[in-house]
């Protein structure tokens, strides 16, 4: 074969690949939501919703990693009509509000009927979960389990415990909406005996359907932590994320009663992660900054973030292996499953100094709210305090370098300034950071 008609294969072969590749993963439907009732009837298949926005980052990811795969295009063609719906235009407005999609990717599985069979919801680089979901939807769909039904039924069977329990897990299997899911429960634990709250079985659905601390359930359970803890090892977590979720909930809403909630709720969960109470400071500290109190946490958070400070090296790094172990056996006591997690032996490498640069966060985080609106000298050096520490325990964070630089100059350290942003411009330029961040410190740097 001539040079000339290997070159032009190739160049053939090149061309076809993304063809090919397209072919290969799902092939979604084109057309109205009617008409794609009609298609799942007349193929005898499920449907498969994407719900996406334009500006969701790991709806990006699943277009881009999981839905262009041979394995995935296989399962989902042959079992699934394909959907996909902008959650913010056309008709994907009504089926985000109808079946409460509040974030994004979502997944919805129906029938042909336009009955929900199933939901999940996430990003994972592991295709094997993706194809996990199918395999549910396509299991609930042959039992003939769908929420439709329990919907029409519930409230002609509010007063019978076993339907009722039967439909709370359907709920939160299927990802209802919070309000709906927590209203049923607290019906449910309103109709139960003293005996029947000391049912394991029982108990362990309540704890599992939590989603407010504004619920007596959840006062109950955290009124008896000593009786959960005896089957439900992971429940300071479950707790602390239960309280954690009221607080995003207070933030999106601005609902100060809320807020109060979780802030008197946060301080009972016994025997939290390490963590725990950084997550719950920068969520507070959230909340002032959503409703303009910033007064508060320029008033609060010195007390917290000096102490830390205090931590000393070894302490940390005592910590760091704490943090690492904990998470760790989750893995090792098959609590979670480790082939579900990528390259697991690299990714757990990486969980080394996971507290650390946690507390790392929180320092820089909170340094940049008094930088833009602390008003005394004596708490701008207080905040220099926090950012030192901040690079100090993450010292290849260059955007951590920029916020120490803006309080040294604010603070009159001048020279001190100019060293650290010119750090923070090295770092990010070794990085390949986009070049508007780096443009941003280039013109800082000029202001200094």
Known sequence: MTRAKILLCCLFSLLALPVLAQEEGIVFFKGSWKKVLAEAKK??????????????????????????????????????????IDAEKGEGRFLSKAYDVKSYPTYLYFNGEGELVFRAKGYSPNPKRFLALGDTALRFHHSKETIVSDQAAYENRKQDKAFVAGYLKKLTRFGMSEDTISKVLDHFYSQLTPLELKD?????????SLTTVQSPVFEYVISNQSFYRSFAKQLPTTLGNVVLNSYMKAIGKKNDVLFKAASAASNKVENPSLKYPYSVFLFENQYYLTTKQTDEIIKRAPAFMDSTCRITEKEMAQRDQLFYDQVLSLYTTRYLDSTTVPFFSREKLTWRNNYSKYVAVALNKTADVFLQYAQQKEDLKKACTWAARSVNLQPDNHSFYAVLAKLYAKTGMKQEAMATMKTAIDLAHNQKAPEMAIQAYEDALKKL
């Not at 795969?69 to 399962?75: A, D, I, N, Q, T």
């Open 43 to 84: 193929s005898n298949k499920l449907i498969f919703v994407d719900v996406y926005t334009d500006w969701c980052g790991p709806c990006k990811q699943m277009e881009k990693e999981i839905f262009p795969l041979r394995g995935v295009g296989e399962k989902y063609n042959t079992h699934f009509v394909n959907y996909r």
């Open 200 to 208: 394991t079985a029982t108990a362990a659905l309540l704890l599992n």
